[in-house]
C-alpha cells in the first residue's frame, strides 16, 4: 500500500479522539455471551485463559504423579506400589509433562498475549484457536483418566517397541497413548499454524520483522519447528498402531522391519521438542529482563539469529538420545559435533541478558526477576551436563541412569518451568485487575529453587553410582537410599512451592472482564496497551522495538482512538492484516462471533480418536462424521461476500473486507498445512527407504512388480484431475462458475479416486500382503496416506461444489476455491512422488 499511513501534521491517521458513541458501539459488538453460550466464546484472551488454566491442571496431575513415584523410591525395597502401577506412573507422568503440560503450556500463552503484542484485535482464526483448545482439553483429560481405570500405558513417554508392540503389550493401553497423543499432536499443529498466519499478517502498521518483539520471534521458531517436527511422531504413531491393530510389521525384524524405525522417528520429534519447549520461555525471559531493568535488550537482532539459529540446528540432534544403539562411528562424530553447537546460540542469548542486566544502573528484584535469575542458574547446570552427554564415551556410561533424569529435569525445569512462572507474575496484570503478591512469590521461588536442587542435583550422583532409569525398587545394599530420601525431600519442597503458588492466584488473581491492573511494570511493549475484551482500541502504528517507550503518547492516542479501526466500520469484530515483511495495511480482516462448531467439533474429533482405542469402530464413525459436519459449518461462514466497497480505517485510508490468492491469510494457512502434509510424507518417505537398508532382501524383483502400464495409467489420472482444477480455475476468473466448477470439479474428484483405486489393487494383483514384509506394509501405508489425502480434498471439492450451487463460488468470491486448489495440486504432487518410489526405486536398487 502506498498511501501514508499517519496524518502528515500529527503523525496520527485520526488526530481528534473519537466520539464517546463511538466506543459505546464497540462495547455492544464486543460483549461476549453468558450462560452456558460462554463456552463458545472464540476471542484470545479467554481461549489463552482457558489454555494456560487447563496446562496449569495438568502440570498439578503430573506432579502427584511424580511425588507417589518418589515416596516408592524414598526408601530401598518400598512396597507402596508395584511394577506395574510405577511402570504406569513413570510413562504417564513423563507424557503428561511433555505432551499435555509443556508445549500446550507454552503454545497457551502465545494464543493468550501474541495478539496484544502486535497490537491486533485477535489471532487470525480464532475458532481454529477454540477448536485446538478444546480437542487439547477433551481428548488430554480422557487420556490421563485412564491410569484410574488401569489403562495407561507402560512403555514409556517414548514408547519403545517391541515392548510396545502387540507381542509384549497386547492390551489397549499403549493403543491410548498411540491415538491419544497422536490426536493432541494435531491439535497442536492447528495452534501452529494459527500462530504463524497471525505473527506473519496481523501485525501493527509498521511493525517490520526488525520491530517484532523477541517473544513473538521466538514462537514464529517454535510454530516452524512444530511444523516440522511434530509430523514425524504422528507418522510413528500411525505406524506402530497399524503393527499392533493389522499387525504390519513395521519394528518386527524376522519380517525386515527394525525397532530403530521408531527412535528415529521419535527423536526427529523429541529433541527438537526440548527445543520447541525452551525457545518460548527464553522468549519471555527476553520480554521480562528489559521490564525489570527498564532499559532495551542488549543484542535484539542477535538473539533473533539465535533463536533461529537454535531451531536450525536442534533437527540435527535427534541421534543424540541413540549413542548407545550401535548406530556407526561416523553418524556418532556428527550428532555428537552438532550436540555441542546448538549450545553456541543458547550461549549468545545468556550472555545478552546478562548484559541487559549489567546495563541497568539500580533495579528492585522483583518475583518475576528472582525466576529469571533462578532460570539462569538451573539452565545453565542443566546445559553443562548436556555437554558432558554429548561426549559419546561419556554417554555410553550415564545412558538410561539417574543421571540423565537429573540432566532432563534442570533442562526442563530450568529452561521452560521457571521462565513460565516468571511469565506468570510478569502477566497476571495484564489479565487480572490485581497482580499477584510479592510476598507469597518470593516464598513460591525460593521453595522451588531450593526444591529443584535438592531433587535433581543427588540424582547426577545416583546415576554415576550405577541407579538405572525406571526401576520401582532397589536393594539396601546398593547403598542408593540417603541420596533417594534427599531428593524425594526436594520434590516435597517443589510441590510446596507450587502449592503457595496456588493459594496465592486464589487470594490475588481476579480475571479481568474488561481493565486490568495496568502497566505495572513500566513495560515498553504493546501488550501494556490500555485494552477491553477484545483489544485495543484502535490499532496503532508501530515505528521502534519499544513503542511504549519511544513513542511518546502512544498509549492515551491509542485509547483515544487516534489510530487505525477506532470505531467498527464493518459492523462487527475486525482487525487488520498487514504484509508480510514491511507491515503495510492490505484488508480488514472480518472476525466471527462465538458458535458451537469448533467445540462439537472438538468433541467429535475427540470421541472418534478416543473410541477407535478401544475398537468402537461404529461410534467413532458416528464421532467422526460429527466433527466433519461441524467443520464445513463454521467454515461455510468463513469466505463472505466480497461486494461490500471499502471501508475508512482512519487517516483518509480505505481498505477492502476481502482479498483472495497470496494476500489471503486463508491461502497462507494453507500453504502452512501444506508443509505439514509434505513433512508427513517426507517422514514416510525416510521410513520406507530406512526399512530397506535394513532388510533389502524383503524388496521385491522388478518381475514381482505391477507392470508400467499401471503406474502410468495412475500418473494420467492424477495429472488429468489437476488438469480440470487448474482449468476450472481459469473458468472462474472468465466469470464461467457453471462450467469451471459444476462440471470440471466432479470430473476431478471421480478421476483423483480412481487413481488411487487402481493404484491399490495393481498391487493386491501381484499378491503382495502388508502382514507377510515390511516392505509390503511400507508400501500400502504409502498408497494409505495417499488415500487419506484424496478423500480428503474430494471431501473439499464436493464442499466447494456445494458453495457453488449456492451461488457462493465467483471470481471475485473464490477463498474456497482457491484453498481447495492448493491442497488438490499437493495431493497430486505428492501422488505421483509415491508412485515412483514404490513402482522405481525397486527395480533401480534391484
Known amino acids: 500500500m502506498t498511501a501514508p499511513m499517519a496524518n502528515s501534521d500529527t503523525g496520527l491517521p485520526n488526530p481528534a479522539p473519537r466520539p464517546q458513541a463511538e466506543l459505546d458501539q464497540l462495547q455492544k459488538v464486543w460483549q461476549p455471551p453468558s450462560g452456558l453460550r460462554f463456552l463458545t466464546v472464540v476471542n484470545n484472551t479467554y481461549i489463552g485463559l482457558f489454555y494456560v488454566g487447563t496446562a496449569f491442571v495438568f502440570f498439578l496431575l503430573a506432579g502427584i504423579l511424580a511425588l507417589i513415584m518418589r515416596t516408592q523410591l524414598a526408601m530401598p525395597e518400598n512396597d507402596l506400589v508395584s511394577y506395574q502401577t510405577y511402570n504406569q506412573l513413570f510413562t504417564m507422568h513423563g507424557t503428561t509433562m511433555m505432551f499435555l503440560f509443556a508445549v500446550p503450556a507454552v503454545e497457551a500463552m502465545g494464543v493468550l498475549l501474541l495478539p496484544n503484542m502486535l497490537a491486533a484485535r485477535d489471532l487470525p482464526f480464532p475458532r481454529l484457536s477454540a477448536y485446538a483448545y478444546w480437542a487439547y482439553a477433551v481428548g488430554g483429560l480422557v487420556f490421563f483418566c485412564s491410569i484410574l481405570f488401569d489403562l495407561a500405558p507402560q512403555g514409556g513417554w517414548f514408547m519403545y517397541p517391541p515392548l510396545t508392540s502387540y507381542r509384549f503389550s497386547p492390551g489397549a493401553n499403549a493403543d491410548f497413548w498411540l491415538l491419544g497423543i497422536g490426536f493432541i499432536e494435531i491439535s497442536a499443529i492447528a495452534g501452529a499454524i494459527e500462530i504463524v498466519v497471525g505473527v506473519l499478517r496481523t501485525r501493527a502498521p509498521g511493525m517490520t520483522l526488525d520491530k517484532i518483539p523477541i517473544f513473538a520471534w521466538a514462537m514464529l521458531v517454535f510454530a516452524g519447528m512444530i511444523i516440522f517436527a511434530f509430523p514425524a511422531v504422528i507418522l510413528g504413531t500411525i505406524l506402530l498402531e497399524l503393527e499392533r491393530s493389522f499387525y504390519w510389521p513395521f519394528f518386527v525384524a524376522e519380517k525386515g522391519g527394525d525397532p530403530l524405525l521408531w527412535q528415529h522417528?521419535?527423536?526427529?520429534?523429541?529433541?527438537?521438542?526440548?527445543?520447541?519447549?525452551?525457545?518460548?520461555?527464553?522468549?519471555?525471559?527476553?520480554?521480562?529482563?528489559?521490564?525489570?531493568?527498564?532499559?532495551?535488550?542488549?543484542?535484539?537482532?542477535?538473539?533473533?539469529?539465535?533463536?533461529?539459529?537454535?531451531?536450525?540446528?536442534?533437527?540435527?540432534?535427534?541421534?543424540?538420545?541413540?549413542?548407545?544403539?550401535?548406530?556407526?562411528?561416523?553418524?556418532?562424530?556428527?550428532?555428537?559435533?552438532?550436540?555441542?553447537?546448538?549450545?553456541?546460540?543458547?550461549?549468545?542469548?545468556?550472555?545478552?541478558?546478562?548484559?541487559?542486566?549489567?546495563?541497568?544502573?539500580?533495579?528492585?528484584?522483583?518475583?518475576?526477576?528472582?525466576?529469571?535469575?533462578?532460570?539462569?542458574?538451573?539452565?545453565?547446570?542443566?546445559?553443562?551436563?548436556?555437554?558432558?552427554?554429548?561426549?559419546?564415551?561419556?554417554?555410553?556410561?550415564?545412558?538410561?541412569?539417574?543421571?540423565?533424569?537429573?540432566?532432563?529435569?534442570?533442562?526442563?525445569?530450568?529452561?521452560?518451568?521457571?521462565?513460565?512462572?516468571?511469565?506468570?507474575?510478569?502477566?497476571?496484570?495484564?489479565?487480572?485487575?490485581?497482580?499477584?503478591?510479592?510476598?507469597?512469590?518470593?516464598?513460591?521461588?525460593?521453595?522451588?529453587?531450593?526444591?529443584?536442587?535438592?531433587?535433581?542435583?543427588?540424582?547426577?550422583?545416583?546415576?554415576?553410582?550405577?541407579?538405572?532409569?525406571?526401576?520401582?525398587?532397589?536393594?539396601?545394599?546398593?547403598?542408593?537410599?540417603?541420596?533417594?530420601?534427599?531428593?524425594?525431600?526436594?520434590?516435597?519442597?517443589?510441590?510446596?512451592?507450587?502449592?503457595v503458588f496456588l493459594i496465592d492466584l486464589a487470594l490475588h488473581f481476579r480475571p479481568t472482564g474488561g481493565k486490568n491492573a495496568g502497566n505495572i511494570w513500566n513495560a515498553g511493549t504493546l501488550e501494556w496497551l490500555p485494552n477491553d475484551l477484545y483489544g485495543v482500541r484502535s490499532i496503532p502504528i508501530v515505528t521502534t522495538n519499544s513503542p511504549l517507550w519511544e513513542q511518546p503518547g502512544l498509549a492515551e492516542n491509542v485509547a483515544a482512538g487516534c489510530y487505525y479501526l477506532p470505531d467498527a466500520p464493518t459492523g462487527g469484530r475486525e482487525t487488520i492484516v498487514t504484509s508480510a515483511v514491511d507491515a503495510q495495511p492490505q484488508y480488514v480482516l472480518q472476525m466471527p462471533g462465538p458458535g458451537w462448531s469448533p467445540v462439537l467439533a472438538a468433541f467429535g474429533t475427540a470421541g472418534f480418536f478416543l473410541l477407535l482405542t478401544v475398537k468402537l469402530v461404529l461410534p467413532a464413525l458416528v464421532f467422526g462424521a460429527l466433527a466433519i459436519v461441524m467443520v464445513f459449518k463454521w467454515l461455510w461462514t468463513t469466505d463472505p461476500d466480497p461486494s461490500p466497497a471499502p471501508v475508512d480505517i482512519g487517516g483518509g485510508i480505505r481498505l477492502p473486507v476481502y482479498m483472495t490468492g497470496p494476500s489471503s491469510h486463508s491461502w497462507w494457512a494453507m500453504?502452512?498445512?501444506?508443509?505439514?502434509?509434505?513433512?508427513?510424507?517426507?517422514?514416510?518417505?525416510?521410513?520406507?527407504?530406512?526399512?530397506?537398508?535394513?532388510?533389502?532382501?524383503?524388496?521385491?524383483?522388478?518381475?514381482?512388480?505391477?507392470?508400467?502400464?499401471?503406474?502410468?495409467?495412475?500418473?494420467?489420472?492424477?495429472?488429468?484431475?489437476?488438469?480440470?482444477?487448474?482449468?476450472?480455475?481459469?473458468?472462474?476468473?472468465?466469470?464461467?462458475?457453471?462450467?469451471?466448477?459444476?462440471?470440471?470439479?466432479?470430473?476431478?474428484?471421480?478421476?483423483?479416486?480412481?487413481?488411487?483405486?487402481?493404484?491399490?489393487?495393481?498391487?493386491?494383483?501381484?499378491?503382495?500382503?502388508?502382514?507377510?514384509?515390511?516392505?509390503?506394509?511400507?508400501?500400502?501405508?504409502?498408497?494409505?496416506?495417499?488415500?487419506?489425502?484424496?478423500?480428503?480434498?474430494?471431501?473439499?471439492?464436493?464442499?466447494?461444489?456445494?458453495?457453488?450451487?449456492?451461488?457462493?463460488?465467483?471470481?471475485?468470491?473464490?477463498?474456497?476455491?482457491d484453498n481447495t486448489m492448493l491442497l488438490w495440486h499437493y495431493t497430486v504432487v505428492q501422488g505421483l512422488v509415491a508412485l515412483g518410489l514404490i513402482h522405481s526405486f525397486p527395480r533401480l536398487a534391484g
Open 671 to 817: 500453504v502452512v498445512l501444506i508443509l505439514v502434509a509434505a513433512s508427513i510424507f517426507g517422514s514416510m518417505l525416510f521410513a520406507y527407504l530406512f526399512l530397506w537398508t535394513v532388510s533389502p532382501e524383503v524388496w521385491p524383483d522388478a518381475d514381482a512388480l505391477p507392470s508400467f502400464a499401471w503406474p502410468a495409467t495412475v500418473a494420467a489420472l492424477l495429472l488429468g484431475s489437476s488438469a480440470c482444477v487448474a482449468r476450472a480455475s481459469r473458468s472462474l476468473k472468465r466469470g464461467e462458475a457453471r462450467f469451471g466448477v459444476s462440471i470440471l470439479l466432479p470430473l476431478a474428484v471421480l478421476l483423483l479416486v480412481a487413481s488411487i483405486a487402481i493404484d491399490c489393487y495393481s498391487q493386491m494383483q501381484t499378491g503382495l500382503s502388508a502382514q507377510e514384509t515390511a516392505y509390503g506394509a511400507a508400501v500400502y501405508t504409502l498408497i494409505g496416506l495417499q488415500g487419506f489425502f484424496v478423500v480428503v480434498v474430494s471431501m473439499m471439492g464436493l464442499y466447494t461444489l456445494a458453495r457453488n450451487r449456492q451461488g457462493l463460488i465467483s471470481g471475485r468470491r473464490r477463498v474456497t476455491f
Open 265 to 499: 522417528l521419535f527423536w526427529f520429534f523429541g529433541h527438537p521438542e526440548v527445543y520447541i519447549i525452551f525457545l518460548p520461555a527464553v522468549g519471555m525471559v527476553s520480554m521480562i529482563v528489559p521490564a525489570m531493568v527498564q532499559k532495551p535488550l542488549v543484542g535484539h537482532h542477535l538473539i533473533v539469529l539465535a533463536l533461529i539459529a537454535t531451531g536450525f540446528l536442534s533437527f540435527g540432534l535427534w541421534v543424540h538420545h541413540m549413542f548407545a544403539t550401535g548406530i556407526p562411528q561416523l553418524s556418532l562424530s556428527f550428532f555428537s559435533a552438532a550436540s555441542m553447537a546448538v549450545a553456541i546460540p543458547s550461549g549468545i542469548q545468556v550472555f545478552a541478558w546478562i548484559a541487559t542486566i549489567a546495563a541497568a544502573d539500580r533495579f528492585k528484584i522483583k518475583v518475576p526477576m528472582l525466576f529469571v535469575l533462578g532460570f539462569l542458574f538451573v539452565f545453565v547446570l542443566g546445559g553443562l551436563t548436556g555437554v558432558m552427554v554429548a561426549v559419546v564415551p561419556f554417554d555410553w556410561q550415564a545412558h538410561d541412569t539417574y543421571f540423565i533424569v537429573a540432566h532432563l529435569h534442570y533442562v526442563l525445569i530450568g529452561g521452560m518451568v521457571f521462565p513460565l512462572f516468571a511469565g506468570f507474575y510478569y502477566w497476571a496484570p495484564f489479565v487480572s485487575r490485581t497482580p499477584l503478591s510479592e510476598r507469597l512469590g518470593k516464598w513460591v521461588f525460593w521453595l522451588m529453587f531450593t526444591g529443584v536442587n535438592v531433587a535433581f542435583f543427588p540424582m547426577h550422583i545416583t546415576g554415576l553410582a550405577g541407579m538405572t532409569r525406571r526401576v520401582y525398587t532397589y536393594s539396601d545394599g546398593m547403598g542408593w537410599g540417603p541420596l533417594n530420601m534427599l531428593s524425594t525431600i526436594g520434590a516435597y519442597m517443589i510441590a510446596s512451592g507450587v502449592l
